[in-house]
């Protein structure tokens, strides 16, 4: 049996970019060979995706796709911000956005079967994504997705990785990108006030009315006149449209000239937007701080036995 040196393992795992330990076994269970230990991590990096699948994925990146009128929009998750920067990550990532374009995915499951191959995986993206997981040594999953396709005009912009927009517009495309610039950083939750969801401007109400019922109570206690129900109705009132302003694109003040609203600057410009799409990475994911770090552990570990 050939020792197997921590020398060895390192270059194992620089030629494959697998875990450590994965890179021992690999190397004992092929006495030493390193070009055997290379086949024998690629027939088990399925094994090891299984194993994976289970783990957090709250970082990542968003990628976009745009072809004339036809666009998609999605999300990509990892376990840690090392990955997003890692070029078959990436290259995976932007190969969904095109074929989702292309090929108009029901869901997230027939995404993955669809053909591509990279980096020696395939024949599918699935196959690509697991050959993937073992590779690297993170779980990774394909989040969510949109498609645009049809007649409307379309603009995407990145902020980094961790953020992308997708406008719909009709008009200059100058300005329909920075509306999407605009989105990126203000982050508005609908078009425009009318858009609003219910269920989010019910909650404004009610933190409005709690707020209302503070200062009654406040009043109360300091001996001060209590405002009238009309009145206090009316402020409540004041708030949600405030809130409403605040949220929705065509009213918020243009990040790029705050003296004039969104709707302002589309209107000089005679562009109109028909709509959009942000997605922020991890966006409603808990995550988990320690996982990350003991998995480090464990493979300083397995290191200082390899050695």
């Excluded at 591509?116 to 969510?144: A, C, H, W």
């Excluded at 209107?267 to 028909?274: E, S, V």
Aim: hydrophobic residues 45%.
């Amino acid at each position: 049996m050939a020792a197997i040196t921590a020398s060895m393992v390192g270059e194992l795992r620089a030629k494959t970019d697998a875990p450590m330990m994965e890179c021992k076994k690999a190397l004992t269970e092929a006495n030493g060979d390193m070009e055997k230990a290379e086949e024998i991590l690629r027939v088990k990096l399925g094994n090891k995706a299984g194993k994976a699948a289970s783990r957090i994925t709250a970082e990542g990146v968003v990628a976009a796709s745009i072809e004339g009128t036809t666009g998609a929009l999605l999300e990509v998750n990892c376990e840690t911000d090392f990955v997003t920067k890692n070029d078959s990550f990436l290259a995976m990532a932007r190969a969904a956005a095109e074929l989702i374009a292309k090929n108009n995915p029901a869901d997230v499951a027939a995404l993955g079967a669809l053909p591509y191959s990279q980096d020696s995986f395939g024949p599918t993206l699935e196959d690509v994504r697991k050959g993937l997981i073992g590779k690297i040594g993170e779980n990774m999953s394909f989040r969510r997705f949109k498609r645009f396709a049809g007649d409307t005009k379309l603009v995407s912009y990145l902020h980094g990785t961790r953020i992308g927009v997708v406008v719909e517009f009709e008009g200059d495309e100058v300005a329909a990108k920075d509306v999407a610039m605009h989105v990126a950083a203000m982050k508005p939750v609908a078009l425009s006030s009318a858009d609003v969801p219910a269920e989010l401007i019910a909650k404004e109400r009610a933190v409005a009315t709690g707020k209302a019922e503070e200062d009654r109570k406040a009043a109360e206690a300091a001996g001060k006149p209590v405002q009238s129900a009309e009145i206090v109705a009316k402020r409540i009132e004041g708030g949600v449209q405030k809130y409403l302003k605040e949220v929705s694109l065509l009213n918020q003040p243009f990040v790029k000239n705050d003296k004039q609203t969104v709707e302002a600057m589309l209107k000089a410009a005679n562009t109109t937007i028909k709509g959009f799409t942000l997605y922020v990475v991890g966006e409603g994911i808990e995550k988990k701080a320690d996982d990350f770090a003991a998995e480090v552990a464990a493979q300083v570990a397995a290191a200082k036995q390899a050695a």
